[in-house]
């Protein structure tokens, strides 16, 4: 088996569809002598946010010299994105090799996409013996297939309406498959809002007699009179009673504070297992965080395909974002950060979408900040069809909709378009990010 092969056999496990359920992971696991019960843990759910905050963790962390090995989802570009031990990739060679040590324990046995990678990252972390796992979920929490480990500390970042045909059509039902990662006595850091999902993690935390810690009442962040400088402050003596100053977050966003508070909460409870740290590691790691494909500023040459003009000057550059908001809460945080930290003349956005999100809540919240909407289709069987989307916008916010099914010729229009103040936006699917981050600046990881 090469590294193409690897990659065809992982790919072809796409046709077994989403299956929770922690048996397969357990049996696999059994199978290879347990990696897990030989690596330590922090578990990370959440509607929005688990990456930010993984890496957030996972930063500051190897500023202060730790081997940190960090399991995300989904990539954008390559697989090997979701593996990583501070700022390394896995390699093809370890990628090919560990896969064919999880084909052939497997036999003839299959299973998912998600499975198959959550084994390799974890026989990877093993053999490369890191000092900690930042592990984040796939999808919910309950029979998500990274709730076989036994977490030092639990996160759930926030809880709202994602994924309804596979964890519930409200939020208390939502919550409670997220709830599921809380372990007996192990501490829970918890951002949920004041809701019906809070009422849910709290329950379940005294059901396993598991500390909670949240945002907003036994830590929080409060702003300094620099612009873009923070502090956060330890309500409650089990946290030490900890404070930073003078903080910077590396990714835009106002929320990320947010993300930012909920990963010093962690950090301030591992010093209790032996990961230590100084102030000034949390200030350059949080400084340094970079998170691909989530409000990710862009500026690039205008493309010399366009060729000269008249007006050449004033189309010398064009000026990206680009952020994987998919579900209602991540638009709602991309409007509130347009509106909030930008400035354009015009603001030309591409969207696309999967066939199984909630359109209607999503993108007429976008089209209507913009002059020009160019619906699309990115890769995937899942992709909506642009007249999908279409139909869940207002007539009168039609005419500003165009629909152009290749993603390349959307973004070429979306650049002839553009002048050098207006904002190009691509949104909606993650998938849209990759390809359309991969025709801008390349893949995420070098070479792919």
């Given amino acids: ?221 409060v702003g300094e009179t620099e612009p873009g400088m923070w502090s956060w402050r330890a309500e409650s003596d089990e946290l030490q009673q900890q404070n930073f100053s003078h903080l910077r977050c590396g990714m835009k966003g106002d929320y990320q504070r947010g993300n930012s508070s909920l990963s010093l909460a962690v950090l301030v409870l591992l010093k209790k297992h032996g990961y230590l740290f100084s102030e000034n590691d949390v200030r350059q790691g949080l400084a340094a965080v970079h998170w691909p494909g989530r409000l990710e500023y862009i500026v690039l040459p205008r493309p010399d395909r366009f060729g000269s003009s008249a007006d050449a000057g004033a189309k010398e550059a064009l000026r990206y974002l680009i952020d994987g908001a998919h579900n209602p809460a991540g638009v709602l945080s991309l409007q509130q950060t347009l509106a909030g930290e930008y400035t354009y003349d015009k603001l030309i956005v591409i969207w696309g979408a999967m066939e199984d999100k909630d359109l209607r809540l999503t993108l007429p919240i976008i089209a209507e900040m913009a002059s020009t909407v160019i619906l699309t289709k990115p890769e995937g069987e899942r992709a909506a069809d642009p007249a999908m989307l279409l139909a869940v916008i207002d007539d009168d916010l039609k005419k500003r909709c165009h629909q152009i099914v290749n993603v390349r010729e959307a973004l070429n229009f979306a650049e002839e378009q553009a002048m050098a103040n207006d904002l190009i936006v691509i949104a909606g699917s993650l998938y849209l990010i990759g390809e359309i981050r991969s025709y801008l600046v390349g893949g995420v990881v070098p070479g792919e």
């Avoid at 990539?75 to 390699?91: A, G, K, M, P």
């Avoid at 090919?96 to 084994?119: P, Q, S």
């Avoid at 500390?153 to 519930?168: F, K, Q, R």
């Fill in 1 to 221: 088996m090469n590294y193409q092969d690897a990659q065809d056999y992982l790919n072809s496990l796409q046709m077994h569809k989403i299956k929770l359920g922690l048996e397969a992971m357990e049996n696999f696991l059994d199978k290879v002598s347990r990696p897990d019960e030989a690596l330590r843990f922090v578990h990370v759910a959440g509607t929005n946010g688990k990456g930010s905050v993984s890496v957030n963790i996972a930063t500051v962390l190897a500023h202060a010299g730790y081997r940190v090995g960090l399991f995300t989802s989904p990539h954008l570009s390559s697989v090997r994105e979701r593996f990583r031990i501070n700022d390394q990739f896995i390699s093809e060679e370890s990628f090919t090799r560990l896969a064919g040590r999880i084909r052939e324990v497997l036999g003839e046995e299959k299973i998912t996409y998600f499975e198959f990678t959550t084994a390799l990252a974890l026989l990877w972390f093993e053999e490369s013996k890191v000092d900690l796992v930042i592990f984040e979920t796939g999808l919910g929490g309950r029979l998500d297939a990274t709730n076989i480990v036994a977490p030092l500390v639990t996160v759930i970042t926030n809880v709202s309406m994602d994924h309804e045909a596979y964890l519930g059509n409200d939020l208390r039902s939502i919550a409670s498959e997220k709830a599921g990662i809380i372990k007996t006595a192990v501490p829970m850091v918890c951002g949920a809002a004041m809701d019906v999902s809070l009422e849910v993690i709290e329950q379940r935390c005294r059901e396993k007699n598991a500390p909670l810690y949240l945002y907003g009442r036994e830590f929080l962040s």
